[in-house]
C-alpha cells in the first residue's frame, strides 16, 4: 500500500468528503474511515440544511444563529457560514444533487427550532444525510481506507507529517503533506446519544495528549426529541422537523406543558425544550411523548420515511400513537479551535472542519441544520488553503510506529462507567458538587492500566468537565443548576 499523499483526510462524513471533492482530482488524496464510509453522523441526519432563501434572508440567518449561540458565536465565523451558504448550495445543486420539491418543481423549505423562518432543504424527506451522503461519495474521485482508526497524529515541531492507524490488526504509519481532521463529535462519550457508533472523540484526545487547544467543550447540545428505550447504542432521533411541523409535546394526560417554560412551546431552542422535558420528567414522574396524531397518515410516511419505518420496526404505529422521548446528548459545539480556514494554528499542515472543529460558528447552541451546511462550507475554504501551500517542499521524516497498546482488558465496563458519569453528572443540568465529583473519578480511571483508546476517552471527558467547571454561569446549551457567584 502507498504510504505517502499530498492529502489525508480522516472521516468520511459531509465534512472530510466535501473537503475531498473540493480538492483538484492532481493531487493524492487518501481519506480513512473507522467503519463502513456510511457509518457517520452525516448518513444519519434526518431534519435538512438550513440555508438562507434569498439574499435578504442571510441577515436573518447571521440574526437566528447568533441568538441561538446566545452570544457567544464567532460573528465573523457566522458570516462566513450564513453569507456562502447559498452558494454552497447552489454548487451542489448543479453537481446534481436533489433537494426535495414540490409538484411545480419549486425547492421545499421546512422549519425548525429558533429560525425565524422556513429556511431547511430537505431531501428524501426526513433522509437528507443518507442522500448527500451517497450523492458524495458516488462523486468522490479519491480511494478510502475503510476499518482505518487513526491513533495518533505524526508531529514533530509544531508540523504535522501523517497519522498512524490500526488497520487490518497492523499498526503503521502514512505521510502526507496536510492532514484533514473531518473526525465528527463525542457521541459515545455519553449514555443516551443519536450518534454512529463510531463517534468517539479520539481524535479530540489526540490533539489534546500534543497539547493542541480545544475550544468551547464545556457547550453539549442534547436533542430534546429522542427514544431512547431499547437497547440499541444509537437512540433513534425524532427530527426537529416534527415539531417544525406541527407534532407536539405532552404528558400522560395530554397536557402540553412547554408553554410553562417558554412561551415559544415546542418551538423554543433545543436546550430549553431539552430541558424542559428533563425537568418536568423529575418532577411529576411522568413520561413524556411526542404526539405526531396531526400528521394524516399518507403524508407523515411521505414526508417522515425514515421515523416511520424505524419506528414501525420496533412497534409503533405511527402516526396515530404516541412516542415516548427523552432527551439525549446530539452535538458538540466545542471541538479543536482553528481559524476560518480551518487552520490549527499551533501546528503547521494539520486542519480540522465539521462538527470535530471549534470555529466559533455555534456558540453556545447551534441553530438547527446549520452543521450539514458547516460542513459545506468550511470544507470549501480548507480545501483552498491548503492549495495555497500544498508545492512548498516539505522535509520527509521518519516517525517510529510504536504504539501504546490500544484496549486492555477491563476497558470497555470503565468506558460504560465514564459514559453513565458523564449522562449523569455533566449532562443536560449540571451542578458544581456532580463535576467536581465526575472529575476525580476521571482522574481516577487515568491513573489505572488502561488502553490508549479509553485513555483518548478519558482525555476529553476531562476537559469537557473543566470547561464546565470554568464556566460557573449558565450559558446556552451549559446550564449549571446552582449559578455560584463569587
Ligand atoms: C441523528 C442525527 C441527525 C442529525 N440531523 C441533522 C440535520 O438534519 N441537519 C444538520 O445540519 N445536522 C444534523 N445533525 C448533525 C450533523 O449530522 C453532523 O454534525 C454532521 O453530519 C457532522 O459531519 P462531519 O463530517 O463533521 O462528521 P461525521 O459525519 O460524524 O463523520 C465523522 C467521520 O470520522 C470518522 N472517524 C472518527 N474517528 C476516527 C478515527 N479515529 N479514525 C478514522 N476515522 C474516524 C468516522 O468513522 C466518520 O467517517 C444530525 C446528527 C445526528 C446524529
Known amino acids: 500500500m502507498k504510504i505517502s499523499y499530498d492529502v489525508i483526510i480522516v472521516g468520511t462524513g459531509i465534512a472530510g468528503l466535501q473537503t475531498a471533492l473540493h480538492l483538484p482530482k492532481s493531487l493524492s488524496i487518501l481519506v480513512v474511515s473507522k467503519d463502513y464510509a456510511w457509518e457517520c453522523n452525516t448518513f444519519y441526519a434526518q431534519g435538512g440544511v438550513a440555508v438562507a432563501v434569498d439574499s435578504e434572508d442571510i441577515a436573518l440567518h447571521v440574526k437566528d444563529t447568533l441568538e441561538a449561540g446566545t452570544g457567544h458565536c464567532d460573528s465573523e465565523a457566522v458570516e462566513v457560514l450564513c453569507s456562502n451558504g447559498p452558494l454552497a448550495i447552489q454548487n451542489l445543486i448543479k453537481m446534481g444533487f436533489e433537494f426535495d420539491k414540490d409538484k411545480k418543481g419549486n425547492l421545499l423549505y421546512t422549519k425548525e427550532a429558533a429560525h425565524s423562518q422556513s ?142 417554560y417558554d412561551e415559544r412551546g415546542e418551538l423554543a431552542s433545543r436546550d430549553i425544550v431539552s430541558r424542559a422535558i428533563f425537568d418536568y420528567k423529575q418532577k411529576h414522574h411522568k413520561e413524556v411523548y411526542l404526539d405526531v396524531s396531526s400528521f394524516p397518515e399518507e403524508h407523515f410516511k411521505q414526508r417522515f420515511p425514515s421515523i416511520y419505518f424505524n419506528m414501525k420496526n420496533i412497534g409503533y404505529d405511527l402516526p396515530m400513537q404516541k412516542i415516548p422521548i427523552s432527551p439525549a446528548f446530539h452535538y458538540s459545539m466545542g471541538g479543536i479551535k482553528t481559524n476560518l480556514e480551518g487552520r490549527i494554528v499551533e501546528i503547521e499542515d494539520l486542519y480540522a472542519v465539521g462538527e470535530a472543529a471549534n470555529t466559533g460558528v455555534h456558540g453556545a447552541n447551534r441553530l438547527a441544520s446549520n452543521s450539514l451546511l458547516e460542513g459545506m462550507v468550511f470544507s470549501y475554504r480548507v480545501a483552498q488553503d491548503i492549495l495555497k501551500s500544498i508545492d512548498n517542499p516539505k522535509e520527509k521524516k521518519h516517525f517510529s510506529e510504536a504504539e501504546d497498546i490500544l484496549i486492555k482488558e477491563g476497558d470497555k465496563e470503565l468506558k460504560n462507567e465514564l459514559r453513565n458519569l458523564m449522562w449523569s453528572y455533566a449532562g443536560i443540568v449540571r451542578e458544581k458538587a456532580n463535576l467536581e465529583k465526575a472529575l476525580k473519578r476521571v482522574d481516577e480511571m487515568l491513573e489505572l492500566s488502561i488502553g490508549k483508546l479509553l485513555k483518548l476517552r478519558l482525555l476529553v471527558s476531562k476537559e469537557i468537565i473543566q470547561s464546565a467547571l470554568k464556566r460557573k454561569v449558565s450559558l446556552g446549551a451549559h446550564y449549571m443548576k446552582e449559578e455560584i457567584h463569587t
Open 119 to 260: 429556511r431547511i432543504l430537505h431531501a428524501g424527506g426526513d433522509a437528507t444525510g443518507r442522500h448527500l451522503h451517497l450523492f458524495m461519495m458516488q462523486q468522490l474521485p479519491c480511494p478510502i481506507l475503510y476499518n482505518t482508526q487513526v491513533t495518533d497524529l505524526l508531529i514533530d515541531e509544531n508540523r504535522c507529517y501523517g497519522v498512524r492507524v490500526f488497520h487490518a490488526d497492523k499498526i503503521f504509519n502514512i505521510y502526507a503533506k496536510k492532514v484533514v481532521i473531518a473526525s465528527g463529535g463525542v457521541g459515545s462519550l455519553y449514555a443516551y446519544h443519536t450518534n454512529a457508533r463510531t463517534i468517539s472523540a479520539d481524535m479530540q484526545g489526540i490533539c489534546l495528549s500534543h497539547h493542541i487547544k480545544l475550544g468551547d467543550m464545556e457547550m453539549m447540545q442534547f436533542h430534546p426529541t429522542a427514544f431512547v428505550l431499547g437497547n440499541a447504542v444509537r437512540k433513534q432521533l425524532l427530527s426537529e422537523s416534527l415539531r417544525g411541523e406541527g407534532a407536539k409535546v405532552v404528558d400522560e394526560e395530554g397536557k402540553r406543558f412547554l408553554f410553562d
